[in-house]
């Protein structure tokens, strides 16, 4: 049985999806994209890194076969020795969003349909905002709009220190958005206006509240914080983490996976800010987590700091990063440990707009005994049915486990 570990990726798409013209994103392929403007020098940046994308170990877990099958492209990373069982994910969920992601990768589809915000200024229904300004005892609110996050802050944040209004802003995913200022506004205000505005947007649909706090004096050095809270619907029937957590077993949740899941289901939360420090706790579980144990870490940073802020450099960098770290968790696996690195949704940091983008995620399986073997495309689900079947628990209704 051992441990079942899944590492999300947040947002590290390989290739379009079946479904992408629905979206938009016909043509969107995070990771291929990002291998050519690396092969063709526009993912360079002095001081950061240069030169083609370096990832020797997701191509020896076959991240290059994986979006070869997904794309129906070439192997980009050919490696002999692979060492993993790999193929690509379908997602069935009608969104591109990071609930649906998450929910659908531990076995949950979302078969309903988000509320979403129009593509109009304001975006926000004017009972809405009228009724958190009274509720929240606010001045007012700045923004009502589609935006980027670090942008939006870097226009409003200083007329938002002045007025004590904050920012409430959404994207082209199911959410409600507000950033203000940990020390001028207060970090516990910000949090109690995000949980009266999750109140409000339930009769909407709307997936998530999220509060986006920030410091610093002016546009130049406004930076946003660890203290991000999601504030999600519960998902709409119980997920792998609950029925691991009704049979025993400790349920490690690192970042925001517990906020994605409605605090439904981890025994265990630890937060944790970037890439690195988020790896570090994963290393921490891992050296603590019993027999039988899940656990989940997602890695934030690419979606948050690289795929919205179409950041095609830092995304590389941070893609060799995590790289050049798997050994490190692989010395820390146990005899009959199940990894899976996969994604929730992509972000193709060349695409247009900041938005999400609908691709396959990869699955790559690896641990000790892990066979080299070619899942082909699977769904979704089926990472949650084959945790399950590994754990010794009970299946749930949707997916069916591959043999890793």
């Known amino acids: 049985m051992a441990r079942a570990i899944l590492l999300v990726l947040d947002s590290f798409g390989i290739g379009a999806a ?57 192997d980009l990373l050919p490696c002999p020795l692979v060492g993993g069982a790999h193929g690509f994910a379908v997602e069935t969920s009608r969104g591109k969003d990071t609930p649906s992601g998450h929910w659908e990768l531990m076995g949950v589809p979302v078969t309903f349909d988000w509320g979403y915000f129009p593509q109009t200024r304001p975006c926000f229904p004017k009972d809405l905002i009228e009724a958190l300004i009274r509720e929240a005892e606010l001045p007012g609110v700045l923004g009502e709009e589609h935006a980027s996050g670090t942008e939006i802050i870097a226009r409003l944040g200083e007329e938002h220190m002045a007025t004590g209004k904050p920012i409430v802003y959404t994207s082209a995913d199911s959410v409600f958005q507000i950033a203000a200022h940990e020390e001028t506004f207060g970090l516990d205000r910000l949090l109690r206006t995000c949980e009266i505005a999750r109140k409000l947007v339930d009769p909407l649909g709307i997936g998530r ?100 802020r179409r950041d ?28 899976v690195a996969s994604a929730d949704h992509g972000c193709d940091p060349t695409w247009r707009g900041t938005d999400h983008t609908r691709e396959h995620v990869p699955v790559l399986a690896f641990g000790p005994g892990v066979a080299a073997r070619d899942l082909g495309r699977v769904g979704f689900s ?10 010794g628990l009970a299946p749930g209704k949707h997916g069916v486990a591959f043999a890793a």
């Open 312 to 339: 095609v450099a830092g995304y590389a960098a941070g893609l060799e990063a995590f790289d050049a770290r798997i050994p490190e968790l692989e010395a820390r696996l146990r005899p009959g440990d199940l990894v």
């Open 209 to 308: 509240v999220i509060a986006r706090p920030f410091v610093g004096t002016s546009p130049a050095n406004f930076k946003r914080t660890a203290h991000r809270r999601d504030y999600a619907v519960p998902p709409p029937e119980p997920t792998l983490l609950d029925r691991a957590k009704a049979a025993g077993r400790e349920v490690v949740a690192i970042g925001k996976i517990s906020d994605i899941f409605a605090g439904l289901g981890p025994t265990e939360v630890v937060k944790a800010a970037g890439n690195m420090a988020l790896f570090e706790a994963t290393l921490a579980a891992l050296d603590e987590a019993a027999d039988g144990a899940l656990i989940l870490a997602n890695f934030v940073d690419f979606d948050m700091e690289w795929g919205h």
């Open 18 to 74: 079946e479904d992408a013209a629905r979206f938009g994103d016909l043509g969107a392929d995070t990771f291929g994209h990002i291998f050519k403007a690396c092969a063709e020098g526009r993912g360079d940046r002095e001081g950061l890194r240069n030169g083609p994308l370096r990832l020797p170990n997701l191509a020896r877990l076959g991240i290059g076969r994986a979006h070869a099958a997904s794309t129906g492209g070439a």
């Open 382 to 391: 089926d990472v949650g049915a084959t945790f399950a079947a590994h754990l």
